[in-house]
């Protein structure tokens, strides 16, 4: 399993790290969607340390009334940690597009309202001269699980390094509600869709495979001897090598001597 | 006489800022009475450079900012972090430490070591230095050494031959492994080889980290100077900026060379001959 980590350690290096990338930007202000899930609630509270709870904007963006509970945990956390929130169903707008695409199923209508919520996080992050804040945790990464300039879009990402187990232990001692860290994890795109369902694993195993394959550098064989089912570990290797694409910037064809992409090479955080 | 570990944040590529930084920080040592402030690696620069390197490198006998800063240690000595472009050099660039003493370069060090794998691509940017050279300052003779120099071994071994009894290293260690602990599980790795070479080489051990963040990675922290004998005197926060400010007695490294008689014994005559066969027969 990934290591136990000291969660108030573990808070201080990611609130620093929040406050740096919003202090070189001369940005106060950052803004994140709200799903009423795990990640999206403890990357408000980290934001809500880390810039003060007026400077968090959660938009809660739920398609129509199809998940209510989710909306009220939302709500409800946004107003334990003070934070502001906004609500604002997409539904008008993701079915006026399909309107006259009914062939299409339920896969594109997930991905097509993951970017919906993107492209109204990024609106907002204008109007509010904020930045928008990802939520991806690690396992969702390495698996490509998530909608490409989706719900992967964002300015920074705090949690990319936490395997979701691990945003589980860091959740409990944000104080994170328990209606909240209970409810299984799920992308919120269809009704009774879940994470563990949709890929087949349950976090538990799926954390276990990745750490061997990651930190530990395990090869297929070892970690099928450590005890897994070579059906899961190669359902796993299979998902993360389809999924490089998800982790990597488009790459540029290579014309002149020196190109973006290739040897331009700057931080990202050069002094703006 | 007093020392200052500057655990500071530098601001990545802004020279003018961080020689403004520096300046505030050596008033606020001197206002302590120190006699020797140690900034870390790529102090006047930040350490995620990339192609910046060639933007912000400088030579230390002519820029005007760094003139200002060595004018500034009247009395007191400094090690500070910078990117090195000399004249007698042009076009190359190097990840180097300067050791200067009331008003003087008295010593500038190129890293050696540039590690290049995983997160790091210093040999990408940076040409090699190619010498460890231990040199007489006013806290007595010191070995400079930059971040993972300090971790191939031989280095400290080779100041320690020197005679050195102090050895700084100045380091922009990232942080990496978070576990049960309250800092990041590579700040052991500084540790144990601080407690070691200030035990075995019988030598101060000045270990200067910087704080802050850059393009996601968090510096550790954690500065520490070890007294000879493998003593901790002090340590610095981890991750967060700090002024570190503990006693160096020089007198410490003779009480500690009597006791303990490594130094004495000493034959790096031996090892110089062993090392030439070993070089020798893999060249073959």
């Known amino acids: ?272 | 006489m007093k020392i200052a570990v500057a655990q500071i944040a530098p601001k990545l590529g802004d020279v003018e800022a961080n020689v403004g930084l520096h300046l505030d920080i050596l008033e606020k040592a001197r206002k302590q009475r120190a006699g020797l402030v140690v900034f870390p690696e790529l102090s006047l620069t930040g350490y995620t450079l990339k192609d910046l390197a060639e933007e912000v490198a400088l030579d230390p006998a002519a820029d005007p900012r760094f003139r200002r800063l060595v004018a500034r240690t009247k009395g007191l000595s400094a090690v500070v972090g910078f990117v090195e472009e000399s004249p007698s050099d042009p076009g190359l660039l190097y990840n180097a430490a300067a050791f200067i003493a009331d008003g003087r370069i008295v010593h500038i060090h190129r890293k050696v070591f540039l590690p290049t794998a995983g997160i790091f691509e210093e040999a990408k940017f940076f040409a090699q230095g190619r010498d460890f050279r231990a040199f007489d300052a006013p806290c007595g003779r010191t070995g400079l050494l930059v971040c993972r120099d300090f971790l191939q071994f031989g280095s400290s071994y080779v100041h320690y031959a020197a005679g050195a009894g102090v050895i700084i290293c100045v380091s922009a260690a990232p942080g990496r492994g978070v576990g049960d602990g309250d800092t990041f599980e590579t700040a052991r790795m500084w540790e144990l080889m601080g407690e070691a070479v200030s035990f075995f080489a019988t030598a101060y051990v000045v270990y200067a980290n910087r704080a802050g963040s850059e393009d996601g990675v968090t510096f550790a922290g954690g500065s520490f100077v070890y007294a000879p004998g493998g003593r901790l005197v002090a340590r610095a926060a981890a991750v967060d900026p700090d002024l570190l400010c503990c006693a160096l007695d020089p007198a410490a490294v003779a009480r500690a060379r009597k006791a303990w008689l490594f130094k004495r014994d000493e034959k790096p005559e031996a090892v110089w001959r062993s090392l030439e066969r070993i070089v020798r027969a893999s060249e073959d």
């Not at chain 1, 969660?7 to 106060?28: M, N, Q, S, T, Y």
């Not at chain 1, 204008?126 to 300015?155: F, P, Q, W």
């Not at chain 1, 064989?221 to 090598?241: F, K, T, Y």
């Open chain 1, 1 to 272: 399993m990934p290591p136990k980590i000291n969660p108030a350690f573990v808070e201080k290096v990611l609130v620093r790290f929040i406050r740096d990338e919003f202090a070189r930007c001369g940005c106060g202000r950052g803004l994140l969607g709200l799903s009423g899930g795990l990640d999206s609630a403890v990357c408000a509270a980290l934001a809500a340390r880390a810039l003060g709870p007026d400077a968090v904007l959660g938009l809660i963006m739920p398609y129509g009334r199809a998940f209510p509970g989710d909306v009220r945990d939302a709500v409800a956390l946004a107003r334990r940690l003070d934070i502001r929130a906004e609500t604002i169903d997409i539904a008008p707008q993701v079915d006026l597009y399909f309107a006259s695409r009914p062939e299409a199923d339920r896969g594109r209508r997930g991905n097509k309202m993951a970017r919906e919520r993107m492209a109204i996080l990024y609106d907002h992050s204008a109007r509010e001269a904020g930045l928008v804040l990802g939520t991806s945790n690690k396992t969702e990464l390495l698996l490509g699980y998530g909608t490409i300039y989706g719900d992967m879009a964002c300015a920074i990402n705090p949690m990319g390094d936490l395997y979701k187990t691990q945003v589980r232990e860091l959740a409990a001692h944000l104080g994170i509600p328990a209606a909240i860290r209970r409810k299984a994890p799920t992308a919120g795109l269809w009704p009774g869709q879940t994470d563990e369902g949709d890929i087949g694993l349950a976090y538990e195993e799926i954390d276990d495979i990745l750490c061997r394959l990651v930190e530990g550098r395990g090869s297929r064989r070892e970690i099928i001897e450590a005890g897994h089912a070579s059906a899961a570990v190669d359902l796993v290797l299979r998902r993360v090598r389809s999924s490089q694409f998800k982790r990597a910037l488009p790459p540029i064809a290579k014309l002149s001597t020196r190109s973006v992409g290739h040897d331009f090479l700057y931080p990202y955080d050069r002094e703006r």
